[in-house]
Nanobody, 124 residues
Framework: QVQLVESGGGLVQAGGSLRLSCVASGRTFSDYTMGWFRQAPGKEREFVAGISRTGGSIKYDDSVKGRFTVSRDNAKNTVYLQMNSLKPEDTAVYYC?????????????????WGQGTQVTVSS
């Protein structure tokens, strides 16, 4: 079992920044590909960014490219999502997830463990 706990969400004005963190416990963190997803009210959960086990491969959804940066610190069992130039359409609950597959998947079904989510609200 892997337990994931997100933090760092909040209310921010458009154009502002937030940094989300996700701390993992329970298993060897570096054995997992990590992903960030988000879910807005009435919408499906969607992929935001993912990072491979070593951090050597990274993938972003087109909607956040150039604005969001995903990173990980395996010594701290933590994955981060730096979000800059936030827009009202970025408003959602953000989840981190851990996957045992080697590639970065954009599909929720490839992820084995999920955090409880952290709310990000961007006001216009």
């Amino acid at each position: 079992q892997v337990q994931l706990v997100e933090s760092g969400g909040g209310l921010v004005q458009a154009g502002g920044s937030l940094r989300l963190s996700c701390v993992a416990s329970g298993r060897t963190f570096s054995d997992y590909t990590m992903g960030w997803f988000r879910q807005a009210p009435g919408k499906e959960r969607e992929f935001v960014a993912g990072i491979s086990r070593t951090g050597g491969s990274i993938k972003y959804d087109d909607s956040v490219k150039g604005r969001f940066t995903v990173s990980r610190d395996n010594a701290k069992n933590t994955v981060y999502l730096q979000m800059n130039s936030l827009k009202p359409e970025d408003t959602a609950v953000y989840y981190c997830a851990a996957s045992r597959v080697l590639f970065i998947s954009k599909s929720t079904v490839q992820y084995d463990y999920w955090g409880q989510g952290t709310q990000v609200t961007v006001s216009s």
